[in-house]
């Protein structure tokens, strides 16, 4: 099934986007955002969804439909498949971009230049209710509010849609 949103793109839903709300024990809450302009985009979510449910350190616990939009950095690129994904993890913020950067090599993620198009890209929007700044590392994600491919696919998690 698939919807269409004036001005930014198309929802589809699939089997594993949206999902159910999943039980998880582990510690910590994390929202992330997921994204791929290369490659087949719906078999790596699907891939991704797979691996986030069977991993011992994150468990994906509900995940977004998908929206098919721009690439608003560079037109000439090809479109995006973006959603979130909400998480469950036992790692603490700077292990779990490790974690999730180790995912996206796996799944084939270069980065030849800032904002090259990718076959994967994770990035953490939230983790629990903290504040979190470093070098490598800034929650909540920056500007995460301005971004179509965030916040669309986050109403439709929260059951606001």
Request: hydrophobic letters at 40%.
């Amino acid at each position: 099934m698939k919807k269409t949103i004036k001005g930014y793109g198309t929802l589809y839903f699939s089997p594993n986007f949206p999902s159910k709300n999943f039980a998880s024990a582990k510690r910590f809450f994390a929202l992330i955002g997921i994204g791929a302009n290369l490659g087949n985009r719906k078999r790596t979510f699907d891939k991704l969804f797979f691996l986030l449910r069977s991993s011992r350190a994150v468990c994906a616990v509900k995940t977004s439909p998908i929206l098919l939009n721009p690439d608003f950095s560079n037109a000439a690129n090809p479109p995006y498949l973006n959603a979130v994904i909400a998480l469950k993890t036992l790692l603490a913020p700077n292990a779990l971009l490790k974690r999730l950067h180790e995912i996206e090599r796996r799944f084939g993620r270069t980065r030849p230049y800032k904002d090259a198009p990718r076959t994967l890209d994770l990035d953490i929007i939230f983790f629990e209710t903290k504040k979190f700044y470093n070098k490598d590392l800034s929650i909540p994600h920056p500007e995460w509010h301005k971004r179509a491919s965030v916040v669309i696919p986050m109403l439709y998690l929260q059951g606001r849609r």
